[in-house]
């Protein structure tokens, strides 16, 4: 019998029992479309994050708190212990930094804002005046707060796009009007317009306010990290080099200072092992699927035994019915890796609008190959039980 009447017999087999197929199938549909999702994601959150990253500009240096370990490998914190940064570690090196345009303390928090009857939960950063030559959004109206405003730790924001539409959905320009944050009153200056993730977050679900202010409402003084805007490229090893001297007798060696290219190693990594933690744990869905696969189609042979004696009987070979329950399992598998396909690109274009998503060829093919995997491993089983029937044994079976 040809590989032909083979599919033929198979799907015949498949839309008789239509309802237990598609029952069959969901576990697989589920694990293509959740690594799909998944991965498109990370992806998205990753770019964006790079994005933001590199619009900083190759001359803008990091420093963290605490000793970041980039070496063995891989990235991330290894002991970071000693002290948090503070405004004046900031205001220390602002005093005493050569050739460097900015010194901008940053620290974050979270509160409620509200207007009216509207509310939020932003992230509020905290910055200086000087934030805004180290940032690279783009105001949609309105300014960014001045240096006597910064002083002074004035009531006045700068709002993201999130915050604007969710807060004065009907306000084309919010600028002058009034909102509460943990219960303080705060005068819109300006807002941004539609910026996506960064190192600090969803960027457009971000208050940005005078640190002073900030840390009235956290009642804090932590710095979370320090950004340096060196004057001249080439001289941004020479500046790192001054902070490392100027900061290491307040902190000894718990200073990590990084480079734009350091710093996107660093997220790029993190955000990596984390997608394909993400995916990996999606993958679990679709062995969970192939074990359903491989339950229905013992079940089916079990079903069809009496079928089979008689096929038997009349010449099917053993390599015949071999192919035919393997051709079902892949058959199921393969469907549904189409479905989840369509199902996880649709659930990634819906979600774009509220987290950033990438669909990568690459996940998508990793998925669909494996769930056409995952029905070929876990369908050989159950034909193999099939083929070897004995056709006297089969054909008395009720």
Not at 120 to 136: A, N
Not at 145 to 155: H, L, Q, T, V
Not at 267 to 274: A, D, I, K, P, V
Not at 301 to 319: D, F, L, M, Q
């Amino acid at each position: 019998m040809s590989l032909v009447e083979s599919f033929r017999i198979a799907m015949r087999a498949l839309f008789a029992n239509k309802v237990r197929s598609l029952l069959t199938m969901l576990g697989v549909i589920i694990g293509v479309s959740a690594v799909i999702l998944l991965v498109a994601i990370g992806t998205g959150v990753q770019g964006q994050v790079t994005g933001a990253v590199q619009g900083l500009g190759s001359n803008v240096l990091f420093v963290f708190p605490g000793k970041i370990n980039t070496g063995g490998g891989g990235s991330g914190f290894a002991g970071a212990s000693g002290r948090p940064f503070s405004l004046s570690d900031a205001r220390y090196l602002q005093q005493r930094l050569t050739g460097v345009d900015a010194v901008v303390p940053m620290s974050q928090g979270s509160a409620t804002a509200k207007y009216q009857s509207k509310s939020v939960q932003p992230t509020l950063m905290g910055t200086t005046d000087e934030g805004r030559l180290v940032s690279s959004a783009t105001l949609g109206g309105g300014r960014f707060f001045n240096r006597s405003e910064n002083d002074a730790a004035a009531r006045v924001a700068v709002i993201g796009y999130t915050v604007k539409t969710q807060l004065f959905p009907n306000v084309a320009n919010p600028v002058g009007l009034t909102m509460t944050i943990s219960g303080q009153r705060f005068t819109v200056i300006g807002w941004y317009e539609k910026r996506g993730g960064g190192i600090g977050g969803d960027q457009d679900n971000q208050i940005s306010m005078p640190i002073g202010a900030l840390q009235r409402i956290t009642t804090t003084d932590r710095v979370a990290i320090i950004l340096v805007k060196v004057t001249d490229a080439a001289e941004v090893d020479f500046v790192r080099a001054q902070i490392t001297r100027f900061l290491e007798p307040r902190f000894g060696d718990q200073v990590t200072v990084f480079s734009q290219d350091q710093t996107l190693g660093i997220f790029n990594t993190l955000l990596g092992t984390l997608t394909i933690m993400l995916a990996g744990i999606a993958g679990i869905s679709l062995l969970v699927g192939g074990i359903g696969i491989m339950n229905i189609m013992l079940v089916s042979v079990s079903e069809r035994t009496r079928e089979i004696g008689i096929r038997k009987a009349v010449g099917a070979r053993t390599y015949d019915i071999l192919s035919q329950f393997v051709i079902e399992a892949m058959m199921l598998s393969v469907l549904g890796g189409i479905i989840g396909i369509l199902v996880g690109a649709g659930g990634a274009l819906a979600l774009s609008s509220v987290v950033p998503t990438k669909i990568t060829p690459w996940a998508v093919a990793i998925a669909f190959f494996f769930s056409a995997g995952v029905g070929m491993f876990f369908g050989v089983y159950p034909a193999w039980k099939a083929s070897g029937l004995d056709p006297i044994e089969a054909l008395r079976h009720e």
